[in-house]
């Protein structure tokens, strides 16, 4: 068996991992490990400017390619790194508590979901932040680590989620890190842009009869929106499901008036379990292709 096919069973089988056994305890999670190393990083070489910025990534990506040469399996590496299952159950978590009529516990588990004050959102509010979530960690945390596993294996799916983590960590326009942050921002750009048109083209095949206003949506809306990758994901999720994401959103400190995507209602709460069963769908399509694309370059290498 070839060293490409390898690649994509193992991504194949690290998403199913996930799928099955979730994300392991924080405490033993290397990601968690990964971010207080970071931590401590940040507090050695911060300075407000670009450069020490570039610094702190370039430590990051060094110890995370590392730690992802020393695991030697695209699998574990992938199922480390995917957090698909983890991503669709806290959100149906919160369109329960929406359900039996909980405004304050959907409130309280937002957060985990996204990074949005959530005390000034009502139940459409809760439920559009919840769908938009789904939709952008669908990249993030699901086709993204695929993309790198299948192409590169193991050092670059840790490469990715480090790349990731840092983003999420000092990736912000505020005053500490508009410099510092500057480098893991834009990389995080760079790592997501064709998993996040991918993301968009997997939403088209799962949702065939919405792909005119999914791509419609994607063309219209996507540009506006000030992330180039999240606005794809959103769009194409706002297309599909046929409703309005976007608008105006409150981030602790300031308000962002973000741009309308799709066209419809604004989100219910079922609208984000038909939101959870698209990004399901979309990993159950993707882990198929990985392994068919695997075991054809198998079958042909022995035939050849």
Known sequence: MSRASRRLLGTAAGLLADRCWGEPPTSLHPVAAFGRLMTGVEDAVYADERVAGALYVG?????????????????VAVALSASG????????????ALAAGDLHLARAQLPSLVGRDPEALDESGIAAAAVESLAE???????????????????????????????SMVGYRTPRYEQFGWAGARLDDAAAFVPARLTAALVCVRRPARARAVLAAV????????????????????????????????????LEDRPRLGEGPRPGVDDIERAARLADEVELLLVGLLAGLGLGLGLRRCSS
């Open 59 to 75: 430590l990051g990506l060094a110890a995370a390619i590392a730690a992802g040469v020393s695991t030697g399996s695209t699998t």
């Open 137 to 167: 960690n669908t990249v993030d945390a699901v086709v993204a680590p695929a993309v790198f596993g299948a192409v590169l294996g193991a050092p670059a799916v840790a490469a990715h989620r480090a790349v990731d983590t840092l983003d």
């Open 85 to 96: 299952r983890t991503l669709r159950v806290t959100a149906r978590e919160v369109a329960a």
């Open 219 to 254: 063309r219209r809306d996507a540009p506006r929106h000030p992330s180039p990758n999240a606005g794809v994901a959103e769009a194409a999720f706002a297309g599909a499901l046929g409703v309005e994401l976007g608008g105006p959103t409150r981030y602790p400190g300031h």
